[in-house]
């Protein structure tokens, strides 16, 4: 696996960011520079904010309806921007009529980072203005993103930047009382007194005169003496024939 180099620092005077669409040699490197950007926020959020797997990362890339870009400083990858002018794809999370209700026609952001070294310096500024050139030039009305709650640091610099809540998809959780899968250990009751000479059973004395030990002695004496209750079948006994007349 291949490491993101740390954004170059040469020329500090005259740095400068740069825009362009991703290439198929920049995916690996844009995978690890994502995976660096959103390594502590993922760590706090029950979703991800990234893309789940990197192969549905790649699969994005073969996508006509999003676009990719890479802002890089010097060569080095410091700003990715991923977008789509439809909601599409199996795993999407808005609901288009609800835009179409409003007559709103949104570039929806999946993807806005900024390596960490370049946060404050202007680099997610400069990424937040081409989007909404991007927008204006495809006949959009808004940016639509998703972010974390608790995400404090994003959601005020979106909000710095004009953007406001439209709905809210609330994770609920309800805190179970948890049992044990196995009973508790239990007291039994002690070993009675046996006379001496009384042959031991196994039973204690209640299973030893209990119905169910007579049931069983009485169901072998009846086996034994034939007079077990079943059904039979009952055959008419013929008469004795009448003596012949003499």
Known sequence: MSETKPPSSRKKDTLEVR????????????????KLVFRDVNRETVEYQRPRSKRRFLEVYSSEW????????NGDIVGYSECAFEAT???????????????????????LAVHPDYQGRGVGSFIMEQ???LARTRGCTHLVLEVAENNESALSWYRARNFYKLDAAIFLAQ????????????RIKPRPARSEGTPS???MPEEVSGPSLVGRKTRAKR????????KVAIAPVPEAPEPDAE
């Open 19 to 34: 825009v362009r669409r991703i290439h198929r040699r920049d995916l690996n490197r844009a995978w690890e520079f994502l």
């Open 66 to 73: 999003i676009e990719q870009l890479v802002y890089e400083v």
């Open 89 to 111: 794809g199996d795993d999407n999370w808005v609901n288009p009529r609800w835009f179409e209700k409003r007559g709103m026609r949104p570039l929806f952001v999946e993807e």
């Open 131 to 133: 989007l909404q050139h």
């Open 175 to 186: 805190k179970v009382p948890g049992e044990p899968d196995l009973l508790p250990p239990r």
């Open 201 to 203: 059973t196994g039973l």
């Open 223 to 230: 086996a034994a003496s034939g007079g077990a209750r079943r």
